[in-house]
């Protein structure tokens, strides 16, 4: 079957494509040519994209599909549906499940649920066996089946030299250990301490709880020369540690989470528990240097952590609310309205933020924009002004701040696995 | 006259005429409560529902007795006796109460915020007998109705708040109160017990007693809560007692008449003397009546506004 897309805006920042009014035409959802075809082809469907952008599938490197475990909270399936919605062709998701994403049968088992999606599904196992901490997961094994990192997500690897151990076995598989940078002596609170928290009554937990442990992180991948990932890096103090890491070669990369670059504190002022995340939501200054570091490349992506949960856990009493947000379907409309149209970063920079770059941490092929392969497309209308609306979500929960935010700019389809999504159908190509 | 509000949910961002009017009309109250037949027909037909997840005696007592006071009827629902212990969300059990058609709910609450969030699903009005570590606003209008009591005014008083300021709600309400009304409040206590930036809310910090006791018109001694994690923010209580404890000596040193309050019950020995606790009785036993008709103030302010 052969599809034409027509009138695109190609942008692909590693291959330096940045080119209008070009046609794609695609046969069996491969790449068949690029150029200026609409004359004289023949296609059986033909789309017109009126010079929306076509940009490498986005990829989100932090998600968690609650499957197996939580399958009233979210699975494999509506997970994906949530991120192809979204703009998403891959996500990789993390294996604070139940059981925990440990072993090969876990791993085989999420496969088996993602296959036949137009979204990839990459799983990251724990570090650590049942995330405990305490005993190392079967690395070899969990590569062999084909995870792409390692984290004990939702809590730090407490114990130095667990992390130490981590950190020299996985280098034989090139994967980064992702980091959940938490010094929880310091911290079971419910929100950042700040006057807010003074204000609010609410346990607080104070940036230092980030910052210690990612100091301690950074110390341990110099040393051992393996890579660590810093998962939602929200302070001021870790993005300067993070850039002063960098500058001086130690592997280390850096993913924040749209809600920590959008919001602070200040919105806990009613109790919303939908703004009850972790790391919580921290202060203005926080926000700037996030922004520097996005700028100037210390953070290296966007990841959203989308974390479902069921209505009755989050409609709850603060404190006992579990932390965070369904993320997948709001993440590229905040980064365009909040960085790009913000003149934060440009469209190829936030590409190689959703796209490239998690690719390249957890070393997966970049689609490449070429006859042949196999086409992973997020498609984009920059401009396009929308209101969030979670009653239309694609997740199976609810739980998002930004219900009723107006964005500008979203994904208008995706394509990948010989699939597409547009105008809100998927349909095979 | 009438609140600018239907709950009362703590007293940040209360307006300086809803305090001035509920103290005035505590003041009403007060009076009442010294006659011989101690009940008003005022909220007769309301129904009351004292919703208390965290044991309390005084306060669960003295709103009871406020409640039947104004005449209204009270219902009170307390853990251990409720479905809590079945699992039951707090919105159902709200949900659940509220379909029995109660007009005011009385709550308290070992979480933050339970208050405002009771107040966003249901159509009663809220009185926040005590979230958390966030507020307990009764319990600091009656400290302010004391300070009046004594003083004659509150505007350009000197108030310092000596103890646990970090983790008392007491503490918060006092100082959001104090603060709007004119007060000058300053916080006494070590420093791991004073809560984070509260120097943003144009409040002073000391940290010895000494200069507290010299430099204020009124102390309000928090009770050091042994049973929570005080212990963890200070190396003994011999060592709290020694630097931060009320004595009679400390008080005779500075000759001034200070009035002292205490929330009570008092760890005696700790924050405060036996001697210094057995002169203050009276004024703490005062400062439980005022509490009834301050409770009573609120609960009619609230119950008859609509």
């Known amino acids: 079957m052969k599809t034409l897309l027509i009138n695109c805006s190609i942008i692909h920042p590693e291959q330096k494509l940045n080119e209008k009014k070009k046609d794609i035409l695609l046969e069996d959802g491969v790449i068949k040519q690029i150029g200026n075809l609409s004359s004289g082809i023949s296609a059986d469907k033909i789309i017109d994209l009126r010079n929306n952008y076509v940009v490498p599938g986005f990829f989100d490197m932090h998600v968690h599909l609650r499957e197996p475990g939580r399958e009233d909270e979210e699975t494999v399936v509506t997970g994906c549906n949530s991120a192809a919605h979204g703009g998403f062709t891959g996500v990789a998701c993390m294996p604070n499940t139940d059981p925990a994403i440990d072993s090969a049968e876990v791993v085989k088992f999420i496969k088996e649920k993602a296959a036949d999606h137009l979204v990839d599904v990459f799983t990251i196992a724990a570090a650590t066996v049942g995330r405990k901490g305490e005993v190392l997961s079967p690395i070899a094994e969990l590569y062999e089946a084909g995870v792409v990192g390692f984290s004990d997500d939702g809590t730090t690897i407490k114990t130095s030299s667990i992390l130490k151990r981590a950190l020299e076995y996985s280098q034989m598989y090139n994967l980064p250990i992702i980091e959940h940078c938490e010094d929880e002596s310091l911290s079971g609170g419910a929100m950042n301490e700040s006057i807010n928290s003074t204000l609010l009554g609410l346990p607080p937990i104070p940036s230092i709880a980030e910052d210690l442990i990612v100091m301690r992180d950074i110390i341990l991948a110099e040393y051992t020369k393996g890579k660590i990932h810093i998962a939602h890096i929200s302070t001021k103090k870790a993005v300067q540690l993070v850039r002063e890491a960098k500058a001086k070669g130690i592997h280390v990369t850096a993913e924040v989470t749209p809600h920590h670059f959008t919001l602070t504190d200040d919105s806990l002022k009613n109790y919303d528990t939908n703004y009850k995340m972790n790391p919580p939501l921290r202060t203005r200054t926080d926000i700037d240097e996030i922004i520097l570091g996005l700028k100037d490349g210390t953070i290296d992506c966007i990841a959203c952590d989308h974390a479902p949960h069921s209505l009755e856990e989050k409609e709850a009493e603060f404190e006992y609310a579990p932390n965070g947000i369904v993320g997948l379907e709001t993440s590229v409309g905040l980064s365009l309205s909040e960085l790009l149209h913000k003149k934060i970063l440009s469209l190829e920079q936030i590409v190689e933020k959703l796209s490239i770059n998690p690719r390249k941490i957890l070393d997966q092929p970049i689609p490449q924009f070429k006859e042949g392969e196999m086409a992973n497309f997020t498609l984009l209308d920059l401009n396009e002004v929308w209101t969030v609306d979670i009653s239309k979500f694609k997740s199976k929960s609810k739980n998002s701040p930004f219900d009723k935010r107006l964005l500008t700019g979203k994904s208008i389809g995706v394509v990948n696995n010989k699939k597409m999504l547009f105008d809100g159908d998927f349909f095979d190509l | ?306």
């Open chain 2, 1 to 306: 006259m009438s609140l600018s509000s239907r709950h009362l949910l703590g007293l940040q961002g209360v307006p300086k005429e809803d305090i001035q009017l509920i103290l005035d009309t505590a003041a009403t109250f007060r009076e009442i409560l010294e006659r011989p037949i101690k009940r008003v027909p005022t909220l007769q037909g309301k129904t009351v529902v004292n919703l208390f997840y965290e044991n309390s005696t005084r306060t669960r007592i003295s709103f009871e007795l406020a409640e039947k006071r104004l005449s209204a009827d009270s219902v009170n629902f307390s853990v251990g006796q409720s479905s809590v212990s079945k699992g039951e969300t707090l919105k159902d059990t709200i949900k659940n109460i509220e379909a029995m058609k109660v007009d005011l709910v009385v709550v308290r609450h070992a979480a933050a915020g339970v208050p405002n969030f009771l107040s966003r699903i249901c159509n009663s009005n809220i009185i926040n007998a005590g979230d958390g570590i966030h507020e307990h606003p009764t319990q600091a209008l009656l400290d302010m109705y004391s300070i009046r009591e004594k003083f004659g005014k509150l505007a350009g008083l000197k108030v310092c708040i000596v103890g646990d300021v970090a983790h008392s709600r007491v503490a918060m309400s006092n100082i959001f109160g104090l603060k709007t009304i004119g007060a000058q409040v300053s916080v006494c206590g070590p420093s791991t017990m004073i809560p984070k930036f509260i120097e943003e809310l144009g409040v002073n910090i000391i940290h010895n007693i000494d200069e507290a006791i010299q430099e204020n018109d009124v102390l309000n001694v928090l009770r050091i809560q042994l049973e929570r994690k005080a212990r963890e923010y200070f190396p003994s209580i011999r060592e709290y007692a020694n630097y931060f404890g009320i004595t009679q000596e400390r008080l005779e040193k500075n000759g001034r008449d200070i009035l002292i309050l205490h929330p009570g019950p008092i760890n005696r020995g700790v924050e405060l003397s036996s001697e210094v606790a057995d002169g203050l009785n009276q004024i703490i036993l005062k400062q439980v009546t005022n509490g009834v008709a301050v409770r009573m103030a609120v609960l009619y302010l609230l119950g008859t506004l609509n």
